[in-house]
């Protein structure tokens, strides 16, 4: 018996250790201690997805020599540079894209199953916003996309602070509702406040974590908290951001480990960011002096100094505002306070990349899993698939606070902390006026957990009425005034917590003035963005004869101010509310807990149950448009039977003890 019980301990330390070189081989940032989608099994099948930025992934077979990283595959939209080998290629839109689709067993993407279309917008001819908005509208055409991906940044057209007006905003809130897909966009960093288009209503913004013991649970230090000029809050979710892992140029990874002497997720061997605004700004900031002369060298190899370099392109770009991640050639980078581990041996620093822009890929990815979800329990066409819905799920299944193990915190597996040590909970406490502010100014409702949000989507849709204590739902036309009720069909438990999150769309009318009209001279499409763009197709950098450009109004020339646009003085925003009721109650003014936003398209309650009882949540309908309003809920709940009676863990207890084998002990 003592030989079979050792044999059955080696087994099962040998399956342990095999088990945990697999979790080891996988990206960290995919498992418990990042977004947790690992553990789904998912991997986005077959679903699509977009990238928008001013640059564009390298592609293998046709990009050539340092310019691609064979690991991601992306379908590239040659909109704008053409079908030009190695022209508008960036080193951040390849760890971007790396991050939703790359296929590296250790360093891969959320979603290596699904496609993802990558476009390019940087050009002299016309204005950023309307490339961008167009590069988008092209990608949408060629098929229905779950998510978008932008990471990059405007600065408002008036100036800061943005008003969500701004037309890239304007598009992304009227393409969301048309074409039924999620915008997401990466929220403000230190040094680059591009408020456009996080601003918009119909998607998520996205800010970034850094680890805290190991862990990506608090909001980093470098991100940039911007409120609209209404006062409304931007950032919906938060996601991993510093130090993640990633595909760059020349089929390298960010792979390389460092000791973290001051766990501050960064490393800072001899570099010191002494005025915080997370640059190298000589002076005040510190550096490594390696040259002499006492004076910053901005020369890239020895003797120069060593510097911050964002972008992982090995040259510094700007001034003294660029570059956040160090890479440099010098094999000999083992010294300082904070030695580095040259985890693939290549003698360059590879570490994670940083930013906002990092955050927001694996939020995009984790969209395609949660759709693949859908798609395998209820079908092709299903209700989930709404934007809404997924959004909600999302939203309303991000971690707030670690569950003690009685289930009372929903099972959430981490606490969110934010820059200043509090956790969602203990800020919200000391908030006034919360009810009309449904999200944290840092983390929305919380920081991304894949596997809680497949949890949140694994039951069918719930119609109103009697409800589980975990669901979801889509509703196409509550009307104004209108009342839907969601009854409990259970007790809810006392001291447990609720989360229902409920997501609408902000209306905003397409100025649709190249509209295929076949009277004149009007070359556009009916129902989509427009826009007279050219085309640098022979790659000189400025207009040239033979160059070609979407001709708007058919004259000839090229104009760049020729484009769709959308109606400013006609944009509603549908004031939803949702509120936590007693069962039975006849009046809002008897809420147990209510979110009740004017500003939002989105309202959110997290909240504690007074006493052990039947509940219902309500949706109502309270203005801001005379027009029948589509929305998504999702909630999440303890039931009464959820909870093990005292008694039974009692009997459950003596039962197993008297199954227990007796042993007799010999008496000497």
Not at 279 to 308: A, S, V
Request: net charge negative; charged share 15%; proline share 6%.
């Amino acid at each position: 018996m003592r030989c079979l019980r050792q044999f059955l301990i080696v087994c099962a330390l040998a399956f342990y250790n095999f088990h945990l070189s697999a979790c080891q081989a996988q990206n960290p940032v995919l498992g418990p201690a990042g977004i947790n989608s690992t553990v789904t099994g998912l991997t986005g099948a077959f679903q699509l997805l977009g990238q928008v930025e001013p640059g564009r992934p390298g592609l293998e077979f046709f990009d050539t020599g340092t310019n691609f990283n064979s690991s991601v595959s992306v379908d590239p939209l040659e909109l704008f540079f053409g079908a030009r080998m190695n022209v508008g290629i960036s080193a951040h839109a390849e760890s971007v894209a790396g991050l939703m689709v790359g296929q590296n067993a250790a360093n891969g993407g959320v979603a290596t199953g699904a496609f993802l279309t990558s476009g390019g917008y940087s050009s002299p001819f016309g204005p950023s916003q309307v490339r961008a908005a167009a590069t988008a509208q092209a990608m949408l055409m060629r098929g229905p996309r779950r998510a978008i991906n932008m990471s990059f940044g405007t600065a408002p057209a008036g100036g800061p602070p943005p008003t969500g007006t701004d037309l890239l905003t304007m598009f992304n809130d009227w393409s969301a509702a048309k074409f039924d897909y999620l915008p997401v966009v990466a929220g403000d960093e230190t040094g680059v406040v591009l408020t456009v288009p996080s601003d918009h209503y119909n998607g998520l913004s996205v800010s970034m974590l850094s680890q805290t013991g190991g862990v990506y649970r608090q909001v980093a230090a470098g991100n940039v908290f911007t409120t609209a000029a209404n006062g409304r809050r931007l950032i919906d979710i938060a996601a991993p951001g510093v130090g993640v892992r990633s595909a760059t140029l020349n089929n390298r990874f960010t792979v390389d480990t460092f000791t973290d002497s001051n766990n501050n997720g960064l490393w800072d061997s001899g570099i010191f960011d002494n005025n915080g605004s997370g640059t190298i700004n000589p002076p005040p900031d510190m550096w490594i002096e390696r040259g002499g002369g006492g004076t910053y060298n901005d020369t890239f190899n020895p003797p120069g100094d060593w510097y911050f370099d964002a972008n992982h392109n090995g040259v510094r770009d700007g001034a003294a505002n660029d570059d956040y991640a160090v890479v440099f050639a010098d094999p000999r980078f083992g010294g300082g306070s904070e030695p580095v581990q040259d985890v693939d041996g290549n003698g360059i620093i590879d570490f994670g990349v940083n930013g906002t822009s990092f955050a927001a890929p694996l939020v995009t990815g984790s969209v395609a899993l949660l759709h693949e979800h859908l798609e395998n329990n209820y079908g092709f066409i299903n209700d989930g698939q709404h934007h809404q819905v997924v959004k909600a799920a999302m939203m309303n299944s991000a971690d707030k606070r670690k569950d003690d193990g009685n289930g009372l915190l929903l099972g959430m597996q981490k606490t969110a902390l934010r820059t200043n040590g509090n956790d969602w909970i203990q800020q919200r406490a000391v908030e006034a006026g919360r009810d009309a502010i449904p999200l944290d100014l840092e983390m929305g409702t919380g920081i991304l957990n894949v596997q809680r949000a497949v949890t949140q989507l694994d039951q069918n849709q719930q119609d109103p009425g009697t409800i589980d204590t975990r669901g979801w739902d889509y509703e196409p036309d509550i009307s104004l005034l209108e009342t839907i009720k969601y009854d409990f069909d259970e007790n809810l438990v006392a001291n447990s917590w609720i989360s229902a999150t409920l997501a609408w769309d902000r209306i905003v009318p397409l100025l649709d003035n190249w509209d295929g009209d076949p009277i004149g001279a009007d070359n556009g499409l009916a129902g989509v963005f427009d826009a007279e763009l050219l085309i640098d197709d022979d790659g000189s950098g400025g207009p040239s004869p033979g160059d070609p450009f979407a001709d708007m109004n058919g004259d000839g020339v090229y104009q760049a101010g020729n484009h769709d646009n959308f109606s400013v003085a006609n944009i509603e925003l549908p004031d939803l509310d949702l509120y936590l009721m007693p069962k039975g109650a006849t009046s809002t003014a008897q809420a147990i807990a209510k979110s009740d936003s004017t500003l939002y398209s989105v309202e959110h309650i997290f909240a504690q149950i007074p006493a052990q009882g039947d509940y219902e949540l309500w949706v109502q309908h309270n203005g801001g448009t005379l027009l029948d309003v589509d929305y998504g809920l999702a909630w999440w709940s303890v039931g009464l039977s959820q909870i093990p009676e005292p008694t039974s863990l009692l009997l459950f207890a003596l039962g197993a003890a008297l199954l227990l084998p007796r042993h007799r002990t010999q008496r000497p």
